[in-house]
């Protein structure tokens, strides 16, 4: 079955750290994959995507995702963690016959002063 | 701010009630789907719409249905509600141009089911 799977339920960074999201995904082909974030209480706001191409994707908010197709994986990247990134993010995957997004169970980021 | 808009933004309501949750995708996109987050099952997919026509069903229970109405903004109707129906409902909208194409989030409606 097709499934995306965000291994850390929860990561906390001090402020001005490097930030790695894990997003690891199970599909017949590359499906095509996407970052994105939800503040509380807020909507899910599309950081980056990739459908093909460069491997280094670059998104919103100084986010950057690499695409590693032998790892079937799709790690989410900041070099520089600010308060305001504390906040959920999913990994989402769109593939095969499926018109709909299928979404990992989110990484809650934790940001220390 | 995405462009997609849905009301209400919180929603309370009885067990055995019937509640209507309303969408508004961004201009120009024909395409509409709902998903239900909650804490147990995560975000799942519950059913899309396409230029008016279902396109793609989900994990959406029976008492669920929704529409696409032709100025192309959506209904999603949710009868006979259970407290385990207790959410947060997404709609999210796109273009649809061939399957190359990224869903833009509504803020979602709350529903509490007391």
């Known amino acids: 079955a097709q499934s995306v799977t965000q291994p850390d339920i929860h990561i906390t960074v001090s402020e001005g750290a490097s930030l790695e999201l894990r997003c690891n995904y199970s599909?017949?082909?590359?499906?095509?994959l996407f970052w994105y974030v939800q503040s509380p209480g807020q909507g899910l706001q599309l950081l980056l995507k990739?459908?093909?191409?460069?491997?280094l994707v670059q998104g919103i908010k100084g986010f950057e995702a690499e695409f590693k197709r032998s790892q079937s994986s799709f790690n989410l990247r900041k070099p520089s963690v600010h308060w305001s990134d504390a906040a959920e993010y999913f990994c989402?995957?769109?593939?095969?016959?499926?018109?709909?997004?299928?979404f990992g169970s989110g990484t809650q980021l934790t940001v220390l002063p | 701010d995405s462009g997609v808009t849905q009301t209400p933004k919180h929603l309370i309501t009885a067990t055995g009630q019937r509640v209507t949750l309303r969408c508004s995708p961004r201009?120009?996109?024909?395409?509409v789907y709902w998903y239900q987050q909650s804490l147990d099952q995560g975000l799942q997919f519950l059913i899309q719409?396409?230029?008016?026509?279902?396109?793609a069903k989900g994990n959406i229970l029976e008492r669920f249905s929704a529409q696409q109405f032709p100025d192309l903004h959506s209904e999603l109707n949710l009868s006979s509600l259970e407290l385990g129906d207790s959410a947060l409902y997404f709609c999210?909208?796109?273009?649809?141009?061939?399957?190359?194409?990224?869903?833009?989030f509504g803020p979602g409606t709350r529903l509490t089911v007391t």
């Open positions: 999210a909208s796109s273009v649809e141009a061939g399957r190359a194409y990224e869903q833009y």
């Open positions: 599909y017949g082909a590359t499906p095509y």
């Open positions: 990739y459908f093909s191409g460069d491997t």
């Open positions: 989402a995957a769109l593939g095969g016959s499926a018109r709909q997004l299928t």
């Open positions: 201009s120009g996109d024909l395409s």
């Open positions: 719409y396409y230029n008016g026509e279902e396109r």
